[in-house]
Structures are given as C-alpha cells and as structure tokens.
C-alpha cells in the first residue's frame, strides 16, 4: 500500500519533494500563499507595469542539474524560454572577460588571459588564489574560515577583492565577507566553474519563474494525482493517538515533509520543535533588492549581464535582451542590502538611475519602476554551518526540506530542489523498513 505523504510549502524544495513522491505516494501540498513558488515566484499577477516580474530577479546555472532535469520531466524542453550564455564576468569599473567555448578549467584562464581591463600581473595572482581554494576543499571539511579571513591571510589585493571575491560571494552566499564560509564558496568555485564548461553557463529564464519552472511542475504534479492545495496554512502538526500518524489540516498522513522557509518551521511543527527549534532561532539573514526599471528610450548596455564593483547595482540585466515584450527595461539585483540603510523605493530606484547613467550619460529618467526587497531572502551560509539535528524528527516521521538543509551549497535553487528530492528519498526508504 502506498504511504499518504503531507508535503508542508509549496516552494521549489516541496515542489521537488513531490515530484520525487508522486510515483511512490499518495501526495497532499499544502501552501499558505494564493500561488506555489515560495521565494522564487512570478509577480504577474501583482504586477501592473511590467509584463513578467519574479519576487525576485534570479540567475541560474549550468550547474542547476537538478531544476533543469526537473524542468524537463515535467515536459519543457530545455531549450525553450531560455537564454544560455557562456560565463562572463562584466563591470563596468573593474574585472571584464567572457569564458570561450573550451574545456574546463582551460575557459576560465583563457577567458580570464584575455582580460582587458587586469594586468598581467593580477591575473596571474587571481589564478594563483584560485587554485588555492580549489585546492583547500579537502581541509576545509574540518577546518573552516570566513572568506575574509582566507583574503587577509593571502594578502589578496583590495582590486581584487572588489572587482571578483566580493562580487562573487555576495551574488551567490548572499552573506557579508566576514561571516561567509570559505568551505562553501569553495565548493561554489569548484562545480560551478572549474569542473565542466558547461556547469558555469549563466542561464536565464526568458519568462518569469512561474512560467518557466512553477506552473509546469504543478501541471505534472496534478496529472499524477498529487493534491496541491493553495491558501491552506498549517497552523501546526498534531500527533495521531496512536503515535504513528499525524493531522495536518485535519488530514491523516503516514509521513510530513515540511519545506517551508526556515523562520516559518518553529511554528508549523508546534510542540514537536523542541530538537531543531534553537537552531532555527540562531539563524540569521540578508536581504536582496531587485529594481527593475522601465525607461523612454532604448539602452545601450554592451552586453545581457553586467554590474559595478564599486557602484550600489552589483549586477544589471538588460531585459531586452531576454524577452522581446521587455522593452527599454533592466532588473538590477543588489545582494546584502539591509547594509543600505534608509531606502525607499523611490532612493532605490534614483541610485540604480545613477549607475545607468555611467553606461549611458544621456539616459533620461525612467518612466516605470517597481522595487522588491525580500527582507529574509536567504539564511547566511556562515563558518562552520552545520544542519539542523533532523533525527528525532526522521524518528518520528517528519522530514525537513530546504536550501537552508543543503549539506554544501548556499541558498540557492538548485540546493533547495536537491534538498527537496533527499527528503523525499529519505521519507521513502524509512517507511519502506517498517
């Protein structure tokens, strides 16, 4: 007989989650929101100016294996609604060179050779750092430190530190220097450039995140019998009588999977927390602002993906370029912004206008914008970060899923799908030993 498997959030973790099940299980997905995505979803609905808007402008990977196979079992070829580009690495104010078509890790040094704005000299020194923390990996398991401290303890220079390490912690930790696990960013470095050309391809969604992944995942989902049941929040777990079921909304299920977000987990699990909920408590986060603006007139802006080292928009995306419909528009994406004070909308919108302007002098003043700062984007991927004990839980028949539950990436999509697909395989195998 088939389990009865509660999947608690429907983001990408629990979507995946449910996809994993969905052959093995009778499935129920519960989710607070009026749509399934979580943190990376489209805002069409909400939108009134901009045709495709996600909570949040994302760049995937290559190396996204997960969410692109994912993608295609539910039907979507992978060539469709997306712009894959070869790893480039453009600001306006410092390091610029785009990745040829060769093996790894011949692409990044010949990309990198090729550099016109870096001496010799630098470029050297940055390979030379490079394969340093490639080469740190295995020690790192047992003795890890902040990015910062691995920078200062290699006397990396400061152009250096702006124009990539900074940069390149912050789009994909999400966390400040001082905090960010040098052990994660080591694996970040290592499969997300160093290991196949391919995985270090930027690939770029063409509509918005809802269109692209969401919907078609929930299409497949329906048509193999899995429930997804929208604006239904879970208050909290009960524990059946008989100490091998639990209650969610009513409903008797065999197993629960809760893939919330993490400052929401505490709570759906009530009583039952008592073995996670200091690590949940501890957890800190940074926010990320997306600023898309819309303006009169076309933009000259050299290529799809660019940004500042030492400008407030980190990167810029010309969304002409994705999308025919996005006319005279760009999504500037700025990681770690609670270290921007004060900001309203407007303040965000006049400083990222600002940034254009050194693109394009004569820019007028744009005629749309829309501004979205997720405030809890991401749980930091801090030194030494370890996973929430989850046995008790597992004991019990209760999972967790999340990009806060990956063992070695940072808070990324493909780390919370990954995640999402080991719960599912765990909850599995446990009820198939009873």
């Not at 580009?85 to 600001?91: A, E, N, V, Y």
């Not at 760009?330 to 254009?356: F, G, R």
């Not at 004569?362 to 996973?387: C, D, F, G, W, Y």
Request: charged share 15%; aromatic share 8%; hydrophobic share 40%.
């Amino acid at each position: 007989m088939k389990p009865n498997i509660a999947i608690i959030g429907a983001g990408w973790a629990g979507l995946a989650a449910a996809m994993q099940l969905s052959a093995y299980a009778k499935v129920t997905v519960f989710e607070a929101s009026k749509q399934a995505g979580g943190r990376a979803r489209g805002l069409t609905a909400k939108n009134q100016v901009f045709e495709h808007v996600d909570n949040g402008q994302h760049l995937l990977l290559g190396a996204y294996h997960q969410v692109l196979r994912l993608r295609q079992q539910a039907g979507v070829s992978a060539q469709q609604d997306t712009l894959r580009l070869p790893s480039q690495w453009h600001l306006l104010d410092g390091l610029d060179f785009t990745t040829p078509k060769l093996p790894a890790p011949v692409h990044v040094i010949w990309g990198l050779l090729r550099a016109k704005t870096w001496r010799f000299s630098d470029k050297k020194r940055f390979l030379q750092d490079a394969y340093a923390l490639k080469s740190a990996v295995s020690w790192l398991k047992t003795h890890d430190i902040s990015v910062q401290t691995w920078l200062h303890q290699r006397q990396v220079p400061q152009k250096h530190i702006a124009e990539f390490w900074q940069p390149l912690v912050l789009a994909t930790m999400n966390t400040p220097l001082d905090i960010a696990s040098l052990r994660i960013l080591a694996v970040v470095v290592t499969e997300g450039m160093l290991n196949e050309r391919q995985d270090s391809d930027f690939c770029l969604a063409q509509v918005d995140l809802q269109q692209w992944w969401v919907d078609p995942v929930c299409r497949y989902l329906r048509r193999h019998g899995v429930n997804i049941q929208l604006q239904t929040r879970v208050q909290n777990l009960q524990k059946d009588v008989d100490g091998r079921h639990w209650f969610v909304d009513g409903q008797c299920f065999d197993r629960v999977i809760v893939a919330t977000a993490p400052y929401h987990v505490v709570d759906v699990l009530g009583e039952h927390a008592s073995s996670v909920q200091t690590y949940f408590e501890q957890l800190t986060y940074s926010a990320i602002t997306t600023v898309y603006l819309r303006y009169p007139e076309p933009l000259t802006l050299p290529h799809t993906i660019q940004g500042t080292a030492y400008g407030l928009s980190q990167w810029v995306i010309h969304r002409d370029q994705l999308n025919a419909n996005h006319r005279n528009e760009v999504a500037v994406v700025i990681s770690v912004s609670e270290q921007h004070e004060n900001m309203t909308p407007q303040k965000w919108a006049d400083a990222v206008h600002q940034d254009l302007l050194q693109w394009q002098p004569n820019l007028p003043q744009p005629m749309a914008s829309q501004v979205i700062t997720e405030k809890r984007a991401t749980a930091h991927a801090t030194v030494n970060r370890a996973l929430p004990s989850m046995a008790a839980l597992n004991k019990q028949g209760v999972y967790l899923a999340g990009d806060y539950c990956h063992p070695h990436y940072p808070a990324t999509l493909e780390g919370a799908v990954q995640s999402g697909q080991m719960a599912a395989a765990m909850c599995l195998a446990d009820w198939k030993s009873i």
